[in-house]
């Protein structure tokens, strides 16, 4: 607890562009935080922020999203597939969320998350999945990774374009995926393999 209360006290304010959300909660937890934000002579907004940005931490840790050696054991042990779903990495970087929306590509970037494009085969369907959303886009693989400059690091952005490339009128919602395929995904994932991806194509059909 000691760290989260000095992560509070030396913080700045949070810059950038920021979004509002509403949340609901019990009473005795609001009045907690009142009581933690005038003890350390914060707002509100600030001292909720700072604890939600400790418990995503938190969570990142214990999902292993940002570990290196974690990840490439992952992408080793992927199974063969011709469906796969791509996160759009927003939680990283909405501007390249929306060059792959606009540009119409799969990416992902630095190693070793790059390297799950380079498992992208020809004829593939690439599904791309937008946080809070769902399945945004989709469209096949062409077999040929290429790559750029990303952060200002040569080759750091491994992408691959996507022929018949379609954006979705409205997104497949991350419920609606684990009722179709009638199993729990990881969507937090760069990337993951999912072999009943034709289940989603059928429901894409059935929406017309």
Not at 50 to 74: F, R, S, T
Not at 94 to 105: I, N, T
Request: with cysteine.
């Amino acid at each position: 607890m000691t760290d989260i209360i000095s992560l509070i006290e030396n913080s700045a304010k949070a810059k950038g562009d920021l979004v509002s959300a509403s949340i609901r909660m019990q009473k005795e937890l609001y009045s907690f935080i009142e009581g933690l934000a005038d003890q350390l002579d914060l707002s509100r907004q600030e001292t909720m922020l700072k604890l939600l940005e400790k418990g995503v931490e938190a969570a990142k840790a214990a999902m292993k999203l940002d570990d290196e050696v974690e990840a490439a054991a992952e992408i080793d042990a992927l199974p063969a597939s011709k469906f796969h779903i791509l996160n759009t990495n927003k939680r990283h970087s909405v501007q390249d969320h929306e060059r792959m929306l606009s540009e119409g590509c799969a990416a992902a970037f630095y190693h070793p998350w790059k390297l799950n494009i380079d498992r992208i085969q020809a004829g593939d369907i690439v599904f791309l999945y937008e946080n809070g959303k769902g399945i945004v886009a989709y469209g096949k693989g062409t077999g040929v990774t290429e790559t750029r400059i990303h952060g200002g690091f040569l080759d750091e952005c491994h992408f691959q374009r996507l022929e018949g490339f379609e954006v979705l009128p409205k997104p497949i919602s991350a419920a609606e995926i684990k009722k179709t395929l009638q199993k729990n995904v990881v969507l937090l994932r760069t990337m993951s393999a999912m072999p009943e991806g034709h289940l989603l194509l059928d429901l894409l059909k059935k929406r017309g």
